[in-house]
């Protein structure tokens, strides 16, 4: 018989990320068993085969598990770390997915001292949620990121490396405040300016606007699709981050739009050249 | 014999743009001659078969041609529909492809009493640029607008429609002001929002952002990895609508933002949700 990769798992909270999660590790003949406080969503799990069965309760799973990934929105996750680390058996490894780290790890610092916890964050996400749009292949090249609390030890370190790499992703160690500092840049405020695209949009003109919208703004407001309960958790959550990545963004916003408007064209030029060879460098040319 | 859709069409500038449209004609029968100043341009247009031939010089093609084509940017094009006015055969109709309209008009308004003129935008684009990228199928579906001016009759009207529709585009027409109002807030803004994301990532973090920037931040600034001489010029020709289309967006943005700095939950998810249903009327969920 071989030895699972992993200690027995439980993902509490069965949407996208827990759903994915359990389907990718469950192609590796890891269990993986569910808490959900929705019906439909267990039984929906169960059917998909993202987990193996489940409750609707905490306290019917929690003792029995080994490793236990708490997938909800952040504050939720709060609230459920500290439920999940109070009812946990000793030894037991508590991690998240939440897109946020700082208020995680605050919360994950002063859980028991028998249970062990490290931050984590799939930088994975879809505008669709649910775990109807599960998919094992959700993490595939994708970064983890890890990060340590101190209910961090070597053992609860290499497991949650083991769990990312099993779901297909790269591990990746980050402070949490500078994890914050970069999704607030990189994810929460590209989110509301896609938002505040839309709505200006809406402002500006009614049905000309939305008639000549092309692939540029489809692009440009992708983000603006998705599920608003997580976006607002997510900015909420960040919100010192984003507050600092916003003073950034309007300051170099503002400085193109004063290039355009006094017709400084080597001024403009200039910082659209470096940021397009700043995007070529990251992504290529044209993608 | 056929007779032609078109009278005899001249492209004036072999880029992206005027190499897909020769090409685009090209299917349809039609014969296309060209002008640019670059003489390697010319050669590639002939070799792909966008152009049947042409010249470097304007005087040697424009007074033989029935419709003009002026596809350069946008200052570039003022210029020479002013040359290409002077040079034209009595009737001759010239048309453009700039991506704003109301410095367009004003300079076809002023042209010789014996031609006509009417503004073009084809809403299509790519961030790529040259003869290299054209592409007979750019067009394919896209809205293509058109735009009175002094100059235009009912002739000139049907040519220009024929025109968009050999392309594969739809004939819209618009107003010079409502036009640039709108591409003001769906295309040159959104432009900036990208390159003001990837300046401020830089402000924020060397090297932790470009790594852990997923799909999301991708998408967002997509549009920043165009041509700056090009970007430059969409916003300078456009600056008193995108200066309007900005102070519409300052305000939603950081309304989002208040909302989230002030822990409102309730306002934030609001504002999220109506974006959100907006793109989705316009787009679908996730696209």
């Not at 709060?78 to 030894?91: D, K, N």
């Not at 879809?126 to 595939?140: M, Q, S, T, W």
Request: glycine share 12%; proline share 4%; net charge negative.
């Amino acid at each position: 018989m071989t030895r699972s990769p992993l200690p027995s798992v439980l993902v509490v909270g069965l949407g996208l990320i827990g759903g994915s999660v359990g389907l990718a590790l469950r192609d590796h003949g890891v269990q993986v068993r569910g808490v959900t406080r929705r019906e439909d969503a267990l039984h929906k799990a169960v059917m998909r085969g993202a987990v193996q069965g489940g409750s609707l309760e905490l306290a019917d799973e929690v003792g029995n598990a080994g490793l236990i990934l708490v997938a909800a929105p952040t504050r939720t996750s709060i609230r459920l770390l500290r439920e999940v680390g109070a009812l946990a058996s000793p030894g037991a490894i508590l991690t998240d997915a939440c897109s946020s780290k700082q208020e995680v790890v605050r919360a994950m610092d002063v859980l028991p001292e028998t249970v062990r916890a490290v931050g984590g964050h799939p930088m994975a996400g879809r505008e669709v949620a649910g775990i109807e749009a599960a998919d094992p292949g959700l993490f595939e090249g994708a970064t983890w990121v890890l990060t340590e609390t101190e209910r961090t030890d070597e053992e609860s370190r290499g497991v949650c490396e083991r769990l990312a790499r099993l779901c297909g992703a790269e591990p990746l160690w980050v402070g949490a405040e500078e994890h914050d500092k970069a999704v607030a840049s990189i994810s929460h405020l590209p989110l509301l300016t896609a938002a505040a695209l839309v709505l200006a949009a809406e402002d500006a003109d009614s049905e000309l606007v939305w008639r000549l919208a092309a692939s540029g703004f489809r692009d440009s407001t992708r983000l603006a699709a998705g599920e608003p309960e997580m976006g607002a958790d997510l900015a909420l959550t960040n919100a010192p981050a984003l507050a600092e990545a916003y003073a950034l963004f309007a300051e170099q916003l503002s400085a193109l739009v004063d290039a355009a408007r006094g017709d400084d064209k080597t001024r403009l030029r200039g910082l659209l050249a470096q940021a397009a060879r700043r995007r070529q460098g990251m992504y290529g040319g044209g993608q």
